[in-house]
């Protein structure tokens, strides 16, 4: 690492002493400041190759004068630090110019190491900053990223970097972990004036889906009276989700792919294409990669789509923010009774794995208000069970319900292998039962599409069982294509 003129801006004087004893050791220079305004006179006299700014200052805080130190002549890289870091405080450093989010206190290696990764991207992080990083910035603005697991910092970090860039983001997470939520932080952060249009590719049948996004002319169609813009049009200017892409039709994929090329709309029946500034952005909870493979999803939409991709952490990955999850959802759902939750019902929903994620959570807690009635504390008994998981059993061969899925699978699997060893093979011109040859081949692939057949069957059954006859939460949860889905459905007998 090469010397840099590094200015720390704090107005603890231990914290000063330690950052200037590690980097000073390391050949840097480093010079230091008691408040946000000294911070700023300082850089202006002698402008520094990286700033270490710490969030809370007396006066005005480290984030209000984020702004002012990227956008001096020549702006340095911006350290944030705090000793209480929470995913929106990361969304903010990074929304309006950080280029990292540190914890107080850090341990010189990581503080060594922090130091390095800032310098070092100095020149491409100036290159991606928007004309306005304090765009939606506000503290009590826009969506919010509840939690201070080490997953969210780096989650908050990643979504304020992204907001200063109009590049294409594919968003990945189970089902219930907030991809909506993480698409608004990035648009609410952005320097984008337009609005923020989301629109479910699941939730729309394939006849609708061309219409809905790309709108349509009068005419167009049986019913199409009038002139309408589509989700694109609608989304100029500003920001558009496409969640669940995975369940776009190919016709759909080929116009959205063309779109993508030419930021132009054409409706569905005829009109001149219309120019449109959109950024997109696309939310999966299923691996889009399969779907390329498969034939149900093409490969040249799925490179323009993944262009950076962000992946939400499970709920169980990050119990440790369980507490400041419900907090939150007290807060909201009850505002003003000053709600609690006892230790043991706390203990008792960190216990759980919450398959749906956050927002099966919110379910447990209104469920809990509810059972709470006026008092002034949650407790276990207010708590609902745990849900059913879905595909967290098995179904044997005979069709009924087994305890352990591989135990169940296993199971199967052995009556198949015994019936078909117990079958006599054919002689195949004279050679023995015991004979090695392409007879004994052909059996064996027999059997595994049986085993195939088996499991997969019993799959599609249990998921349109636990989903209501639902077909777009079965594929859902499958992680299949709707149309997919379907054709199985017809070979299995399931239509």
Not at 197 to 221: K, N, Q, W
Not at 283 to 307: I, M
Not at 443 to 462: H, N, P, Q, S, W
Request: charged fraction near 25%; charge should be negative.
């Amino acid at each position: 690492m090469s010397a840099a003129r590094v200015l720390v801006v704090d107005d603890d004087v231990t914290v000063c002493l330690a950052i200037r004893t590690t980097l000073e050791a390391a050949g840097h220079i480093v010079a230091q400041a008691a408040s946000a305004e000294l911070g700023l006179d300082a850089a202006r006299d002698a402008p520094p190759d990286l700033v270490l700014l710490d969030v809370h200052l007396p006066g005005r805080s480290g984030i209000d004068v984020l702004p002012e130190l990227t956008g001096l002549p020549r702006p340095p890289s911006v350290v944030v630090m705090t000793s209480h870091a929470t995913a929106e405080t990361a969304i903010d450093a990074m929304a309006r110019g950080a280029s990292a989010h540190v914890e107080k206190p850090i341990r010189p290696d990581a503080l060594l190491a922090v130091v390095g990764r800032a310098l070092g991207e100095r020149a491409e992080a100036a290159a991606d900053v928007a004309p306005d990083p304090t765009a939606g910035a506000a503290d009590d603005a826009g969506p919010r990223l509840v939690g201070r697991s080490a997953a969210m910092l780096e989650l908050g970090e990643r979504v304020g970097a992204l907001a200063r860039t109009d590049a294409g983001v594919l968003i990945r997470g189970e089902s219930g972990t907030g991809k909506e939520l993480v698409a608004r932080a990035i648009h609410e952060r952005s320097a984008r004036g337009g609005p923020f249009v989301a629109v479910s590719c699941a939730a729309l049948p394939d006849t609708l889906i061309e219409a809905e996004l790309f709108g349509h002319e009068r005419g167009a169609f049986t019913g199409g009276d009038r002139e309408r813009k589509g989700r694109i049009e609608r989304a100029d200017g500003g920001t558009l989700l496409l969640d669940e892409v995975g369940e776009l039709s190919l016709g759909a994929q080929v116009k959205l792919l063309r779109f993508l090329e030419e930021r132009t709309v054409d409706r569905l029946g005829g009109g001149d294409p219309r120019v449109v500034d959109v950024r997109v952005l696309a939310a999966t909870n299923a691996p889009l990669e399969g779907r390329v493979e498969s034939g149900d999803f093409r490969a040249d939409l799925y490179y323009r789509l993944n262009v950076v991709t962000v992946v939400l952490p499970p709920l169980r990955e990050r119990k440790e923010d369980i507490p400041r999850v419900v907090d939150h959802f007290l807060a909201t759902l009850a505002p003003g009774r000053n709600l609690r939750v006892d230790e043991a019902a706390l203990a008792a929903l960190a216990a759980r794995d919450w398959p749906g994620n956050v927002r099966e959570l919110r379910n447990a807690v209104t469920a809990a208000l509810v059972a709470a009635g006026r008092g002034k504390e949650i407790r276990v008994e207010h708590l609902p069970p745990p849900g059913p998981r879905l595909g967290g059993g098995a179904i044997d061969a005979e069709g009924g319900a087994a305890g352990e899925p591989a135990a169940a699978v296993s199971a199967a699997v052995k009556r198949l292998v015994a019936d078909a060893l117990a079958r006599p093979r054919a002689s195949g011109g004279g050679g023995d039962a015991s004979d090695d040859g392409d007879g004994a081949d052909e059996g064996g692939a027999r059997l595994f599409a049986d085993v195939r057949t088996l499991v997969e069957r019993a799959l599609i059954e249990a998921a349109l069982d636990a989903s209501g006859g639902n077909q777009v939460q079965a594929a859902r949860f499958l992680e299949m294509n709707r149309a997919t889905l379907r054709r199985k459905m017809k070979g299995f007998g399931l239509l």
